[in-house]
């Protein structure tokens, strides 16, 4: 009786639940296994969101309350006016006679410097070439003596301060051939430079950079700046006047002109630079009013902080009535699609306000039109990785710097009173922003350093546009998981149609194909990325032929890419690469695709840290290439009119995402079709190699490597 108890008080044991995913897991497997449908929804969202920006953008304001823009009344009377517009005429006589030299117009400038009290000195450099030593002190042997460039430099010391910190400002002028405008930015900053010699609340160093533009407005200050943050410790000075005698005949004239002031011969320097300033006055002119124009980029589309940008626009428009202008895309404001997008962005706006007056969203259409153009253009030259002028130079040094160019109204120049104004509302505009920027205890930091401008007032922050990019590239990780499994469970399901005996041995060949398939396509994937360094170095040597032209550099960089790609292909492919080949693999081109998908998303994200712009644009260009790439073979095969429609598809996206031609086209809708050649591109190369800009790695590493991939994956052997 116990016995049969105790037997039927036993029961049989539950089996264990197993657990449940974590939400994380589910929401990933339903990404993956909805992943046709996701990639297109975030595709179209990454797209909507970047129209939506500069209804996104928010008024600019002032972060940093010391600044204090405008608080004072400006100092700057017509009596500096006149003393520079002595310094005009001085220059204008000058250069009209004969026999005029550049080292005239400089010692001209050198006097004037001097007279104020400013400590002067000449700094000389050699211009710059591609894939040249950033070496000033050394001279070439191909660079003949004669061939340099030397900047004057003023230096006023702070009354008030300690020597640690400074304001630089910049003016170009070509010593060889000065014309009227480079003459009125000379005269802008030798006014305020001639108030700051005088005034008592100043507590940083003032440094005024005449710098020779000659050899173009960016290489004398990239050099002289070099010089300034590298110590020199050797006889650098001592070896160029050995080897170029006749380039120092400039400091040989000070003796006979000075005789109570001093030109130094060596390097002078102030402290670190806390912002700097170039001043130009446009060749153009406004038809109506005043104008001021910013240029804020630099290499790599960095920015310099955005309260200098505020400061500047505050005053010039609320102190000195100037209209403010920013680079804009043009050929975007006759865009009938753009209008009424704007027009329907409005009536949003309209309808969410009507619903809820505290919802403040959207903008009227012409300021949407506006807005885009001018976002359009900041994408554009921060995705250019070029600097816009000369204080890109300053930015490689992390000092916040910008070019102000300044346009006269119409015939203004013309009239002496016109001149006065103009020169004494452009003076104390600058007056304005050194004294708000003295008032800094510390560098520019409160602000952001990560933005878009979709006007002087309005900008967009880098929590807003980092949507639209993440939006866009989301679909790359989706659908190379989705191809991968795929692949895999086809190759399981023709490995389960094979008799195969039982136990944990047959687990084992499936295994190993679907790993060895994986690491094949890896392989080929590095190896096309190895080809693309190979390609990005390629230049250095293309550039020792001598006279060769842009055109002719480009075609030998075409023809040895394609040599590399074939002899690579040759050398590193292995027997063993190609074993499995006669076996069925109906997903070997969706592995590769998986691979080039996840190579093109790691690209993108890593870019996006250095220049968003460079990775925005190659995003909109890269990611329907990789996601719409499939064998050319199946499609025809087919027959039908959605694989037609893809055929062309994968071959337009194909031809436009070629680099040289993405250049090309985006060029000439910037600036227009009519002198763009593929020479354009070779330049273009030329200068993001000299200014260091992460623009030609992308190029060459990541967008190039995928482009081949994905036209290897068009025309694969299914």
């Known amino acids: 009786m116990v016995a049969e108890k105790e037997s039927e008080s036993v029961t049989p044991p539950i089996p264990r639940a197993r657990p449940k995913p974590r939400p994380i897991v589910q929401l990933g497997i339903f990404l993956i296994s909805h992943s046709l449908l996701f990639s ?34 400006p100092m700057l009377s017509n009596q500096e006016v006149a003393e520079a517009n002595r310094l005009v005429k001085d220059l204008t006589s000058l250069n009209s006679k004969p026999l005029a030299s550049a080292i005239g117009s400089q010692r001209l400038v050198s006097q004037y410097m001097s007279n104020l009290g400013a400590e002067v000195s000449h700094h000389k450099f050699h211009p710059l070439h591609f894939f040249s030593s950033p070496d000033s002190g050394r001279v070439e042997q191909n660079i003949s003596c004669a061939l340099h460039g030397v900047n004057t430099v003023g230096i006023i010391r702070a009354p008030r301060g300690d020597g640690k910190e400074a304001i630089v400002l910049v003016t170009t002028f070509n010593s060889v051939k000065l014309n009227q405008n480079e003459a009125l930015s000379l005269a802008i900053a030798y006014s305020v430079f001639s108030l700051l010699t005088r005034v008592p609340w100043l507590a940083k160093d003032v440094i005024w950079l005449v710098a020779d533009s000659q050899f173009g407005e960016y290489s004398g200050v990239a050099a002289w700046l070099r010089d300034y943050h590298t110590p020199v410790f050797s006889g650098l000075g001592t070896l160029d006047a050995e080897m170029c005698p006749e380039s120092n005949n400039i400091y040989g004239l000070n003796e ?14 102030a402290g670190t630079m806390a912002a700097a300033l170039v001043i130009k006055v446009a060749d153009r002119s406004e038809q109506y009013e005043d104008s001021l124009s910013i240029y804020a980029e630099a290499s790599n589309g960095q920015m310099p902080n955005l309260d200098l940008i505020n400061i500047v626009n505050y005053l010039a428009v609320h102190r000195q009535g100037l209209r403010v202008k920013v680079e804009k895309f043009w050929p975007l ?50 995705a250019l990785g ?19 160019e300044i346009s006269p109204k119409v015939s203004s120049l013309d009239n002496k009173v016109r001149q006065n104004d103009f020169l004494l509302r452009s003076g104390r505009l600058i007056e304005g922003v050194i004294r708000s920027v003295n008032n800094l205890l510390e560098k520019f930091h409160q602000s952001f350093f990560l933005y878009l401008l979709t006007s002087p007032g309005k900008f967009v922050s880098v929590g807003v546009y980092m949507i639209a990019f993440a939006l866009l590239v989301a679909p790359l990780p989706m659908v190379a998981a989705s191809l991968y499994v795929d692949a895999s469970n086809s190759d399981y399901s023709l490995k389960i149609d094979k008799p195969a005996p039982l136990g944990n041995a047959s687990d084992e060949p499936c295994i190993t194909l679907k790993s060895w398939k994986w690491l094949f396509a890896a392989k080929k994937v590095f190896f096309v990325h190895l080809w693309g360094s190979v390609v990005s170095l390629l230049p250095y040597f293309i550039c020792q032929i001598p006279s060769c032209t842009p055109t002719t550099s480009f075609i ?72 719409m790439a499939h064998p050319l073979k199946l499609d025809v095969k087919a027959r039908s009119i959605r694989t037609v429609s893809r ?12 680099p040289p031609v993405a250049f090309i086209v985006l060029k000439g809708a910037f600036e227009g079709f009519s002198g763009v050649n593929v020479g354009d591109f070779w330049s273009w190369v030329e200068s993001l190699w000299a200014w260091n800009s992460a623009t030609y790695l992308y190029i060459g590493m990541v967008h190039l490597p995928c482009w081949v991939l994905c036209i290897h994956i068009l025309f694969h052997r299914c």
């Open 40 to 73: 297109v929804v975030f595709s179209t969202a990454g797209v909507l969101a970047l129209l939506l920006l500069p209804v996104l953008a928010k008024n600019t304001y002032i972060s940093e309350n010391a600044l204090m823009p405008g608080s004072v009344a």
């Open 256 to 269: 006979n002109l000075f005789t109570e002031r001093t030109i130094y011969d060596g390097f002078k320097r």
């Open 333 to 382: 404001l006759g865009l009938k699609w753009l209008k009424t997008l704007g027009e329907i962005f409005e009536s949003l706006g309209h309808l969410a306000r009507s619903a809820n007056p505290q919802w403040k969203f959207g903008i009227p259409a012409a300021d949407y039109i506006e807005g885009s153009a001018t976002l359009a253009s900041s994408l554009y030259y921060q």
């Open 386 to 404: 070029v600097p816009t002028g000369p204080h890109g130079a300053f930015r490689d040094y992390q000092v916040d710097a910008i070019t102000l």
């Open 556 to 627: 030998i960089w075409v023809f040895l890419s394609i040599l590399s790609l074939v002899v690579m292909y040759i050398v590193l492919a292995s027997p063993s690469s190609h074993a499995n080949e006669s076996q069925p693999q109906r997903g070997e081109w969706a592995i590769l695709k998986s691979v080039t998908l996840s190579a093109a998303f790691i690209g993108l994200c890593l870019m996006s840290v250095i220049n968003f712009a460079t990775a925005e644009i190659g995003g909109l260009l890269m990611v329907p290439m990789c996601l």
């Open 647 to 658: 055929v062309v598809y994968n071959l337009v996206l194909g031809f436009i995402g070629f």
